[in-house]
């Protein structure tokens, strides 16, 4: 499956992406480690979960799995036309969904990758969706 060959540079371009300039809005980095082969960090941000209380924080990781998990994510959820390669046009994130669907796409060779134009907010989303399974903020 390609979702498993994801180029690793990309990953980690999404990851800096969304730490230095994306998630600044709804997190504090608290930790960040950018090297060539281990790169992390560790965020504060209130608490989303159900049972959470008010004004209540949690550290939560940032890391390889968390951006490829993200990008799995938009993948699957995505109303995606896999014959006419179409999104619906009313997503939210309708580019990044479709980029995201032929990152993972089982089916052959992905040609449009070279010119995967991204920026912050579409880093921001990945990341959210790896962390809480959709994109709660903006």
Sequence with gaps: MRGETIDKELL??????????GINYWADVTAYKHSINDWFATIETEDVTEDAREDEWCSLRIDEK???K??????KETDFDRENKNIHPDSDHANLSRICVQLVNPY????????????CLDADAVVQMGLFGEVIYG
């Design 70 to 75: 993200g990008i799995k994510l938009f993948a």
């Design 12 to 21: 980690k371009d999404l990851f800096t992406t969304a730490i230095e300039g």
């Design 66 to 68: 968390t951006i490829l």
């Design 108 to 119: 052959g060779p992905v040609t449009e990758l070279d010119f995967f134009d991204y920026d």
